[in-house]
């Protein structure tokens, strides 16, 4: 009798060793073919993924990299319907997020003041630069090589932004933004408004 039990445990444990290397050997994505989520932060967004920010779903379509003498930055261009607003990631004594939307109702030259008001607002410059550029997916208007930036603090935590790409002037206006109030999610790996 004890030796049928013995078998029997043995039995079972074959079984469940078995079991489990077979399931190890399947591949990684589930029957409906899709790819098991991936862990996404301000500094890994790829072109499809889905930034959720105070109720709307923003999708990645581009990444804009600066580099200003080994300095690197990152702006993501998102997209919900048709509007547009870029997400700001920078590493410098600490993470700054930024979120900033284009607006048309300011107009400056190719040489910014220190101090500028904008919608009753008083805004510093804070610091500028010279930046080289790499791209991925869709980025509008910022096609230049370089790009000319002036960065702007105001009150509280609202920031603006001046960039001339190539004599052709883009403002940008935000705020500084804790990265725990979005949230971010693996999308297609592909642009979801570009064809």
Not at 44 to 62: A, F, K, M, N, R
Not at 119 to 138: D, H, I, P
Not at 168 to 185: A, C, F, K, M, W
Request: net charge negative; aromatic share 10%; with cysteine.
């Amino acid at each position: 009798m004890f030796y049928l039990v013995l078998i029997g445990v043995v039995a079972i444990i074959a079984i469940a060793v078995a079991y489990v290397l077979s399931q190890s050997q399947l591949p990684a994505t589930s029957n409906s073919g899709e790819l098991p989520p991936l862990e996404r932060n301000v500094f890994t967004l790829q072109i499809g993924d889905i930034v959720q920010y105070l109720g709307s779903d923003w999708v990645v379509e581009g990444q804009l990299t600066y580099n200003e003498d080994g300095f690197t930055w990152l702006e993501y261009m998102l997209q919900d319907s048709d509007r547009i607003a870029w997400l700001s990631v920078e590493e410098d004594d600490g993470l700054e997020v930024q979120w900033l939307e284009p607006t048309n109702a300011l107009e400056v030259g190719s040489n910014p003041p220190k101090e500028l008001t904008f919608e009753g607002e008083v805004f510093r410059c804070v610091s500028s630069g010279v930046a080289l550029m790499k791209r991925t997916g869709t980025i509008q208007r910022r096609r230049s090589e370089e790009c000319h930036y002036y960065d702007y603090e105001g009150a509280g935590d609202r920031v603006l932004s001046i960039e001339d790409w190539d004599g052709e002037i883009e403002v940008t206006i935000g705020q500084n933004i804790r990265p725990s109030s979005l949230s971010l999610l693996p999308g297609t790996g592909s642009s979801v408004y570009r064809s």
